[in-house]
Structures are given as C-alpha cells and as structure tokens.
T-cell receptor
C-alpha cells in the first residue's frame, strides 16, 4: 500500500526562522508531488507542484525539493511569518490519478 | 477567476438520513475528484471523474456512497442511510484534465456531522 509520512506532526518556531517540513513516500513510481496549505476549517490551497522529472520548484519564500530515489520531498519556507501558521500537507499522484496524502505538519509561527 | 465551490458548507443530519453534497468545478476542468478528511483517517480519495469516461470508484467506502457528474460539470456526492462514522469534511477538487502532470485545485469542503 502506498504511504506518505510527514515529520514532524507539529512544529512551533519564532518568527523569522526558516521552516523545514519533511515528506517521505514509499512508491518511487510517482507522477508528481504536490504541497498544500490548509487553514483551520478551510479547504486546501496548492502551494507547489513538482513533476517526477524535476528536482525542485520555487515560489517566493517557498522551495520544494523532490528526491524520488530516496522517496523524499522537503518544503522550505524562508523567514517564516505568523501568517505562515497552518497545516501543510504533501500528496503524490501515481497510477490512477488520485492523490495520496500525508497526515500533515501543523505549523505555528510565534510573533 | 472562480475556484471550486461546494455546497452546503456545513450539513448536520440524523443517523439514517440521506444527504447530497454538491461540487462546482472550475470552468473548463474535465477532471473532478472527491476526497474525505476525517480525524482518524486523514485525507482519503473517494471517486474520480474524467470527461465522459467511467468514473474510478475505487475509494468509495461502501455501497451507501455514490456520485454522479451531470453534463461533465457539476457533481453530486450522495450518502444514503448516513452513519456516525460518515462524519467528516468532504472535499472536491478539479483539474484541467486527468493528465498526470496536472494540479488539483480544491474547494472549501462540506463539513458533514451525523448525529
């Protein structure tokens, strides 16, 4: 069974620190990996999409890397702000076109 | 432009009743997905529609769950004879197509509570 693990489950940092969120998956035959943000009581906002042929994607303060051979992706958020507080979810797409999600990392950035 | 919309945003029902949840995908998106987010199970896939192809129903947890997509646009997820374990947030997503490289864009979800 395909599995996605996100470590840590929760993270609290002071404002200004860089955030490092980890995602590991067991199926190396993925098509792409997507990082999402979820605010309490809200849906999912897509942050970055990395195709299987790519090693990383960047958007503003966000950078996501992908290493298929080791089954890992890392989301970096530079110079964190209180507004970055949310739950971050990674998900990969493999055969069948559905997304398989990790359990998420709950982030709190303290002012 | 308009994103994925879902209605209702919240639904409270009694055990044994049927419920219908609606999803309006982004205009022009041919791929539509339903997921469920519950405390114990995280986010799990339910069903996938792509154009006029037969839907992938492999994630539906029981035959009480069904979904349809009319005219290739709006989708309705129906849960018959609801049980308390059906309580969850039901999320809909759409994509430009079912192609492997395409992103999925999510709606705000419908929070279902079964009493």
């Amino acid at each position: 069974k395909q599995e996605v693990t996100q470590i840590p489950a929760a993270l609290s940092v002071p404002e200004g620190e860089n955030l490092v969120l980890n995602c590991s998956f067991t199926d190396s035959a993925i098509y792409n990996l997507q990082w999402f943000r979820q605010d309490p009581g809200k849906g999912l906002t897509s942050l970055l999409l990395i195709q299987s042929s790519q090693r990383e994607q960047t958007s503003g303060r966000l950078n996501a890397s992908l290493d298929k051979s080791s089954g890992r992706s890392t989301l970096y958020i530079a110079a964190s702000q209180p507004g970055d507080s949310a739950t971050y979810l990674c998900a990969f797409k493999a055969a069948g076109n559905k997304l398989t999600f990790g359990g998420g990392t709950r982030v709190l950035v303290k002012p | 432009g308009a994103g994925v919309s879902q209605s209702p945003s919240n639904k409270v029902t009694e055990k044994g009743k049927d419920v219908e949840l609606r999803c309006d995908p982004i205009s022009g998106h041919t791929a539509l997905y339903w997921y469920r987010q519950s405390l114990g199970q995280g986010l799990e896939f339910l069903i996938y529609f792509q154009g006029n192809s037969a839907p992938d129903k492999s994630g539906l947890p029981s035959d009480r769950f069904s979904a349809e997509r009319t005219g290739g646009s709006v989708s309705t997820l129906t849960i018959q004879r609801t049980q308390q374990e059906d309580s969850a947030v039901y999320l809909c997503a759409s994509g430009l197509s079912g192609a492997t490289y395409n992103e999925q864009f999510f709606g705000p979800g419908t929070r279902l509570t079964v009493l």
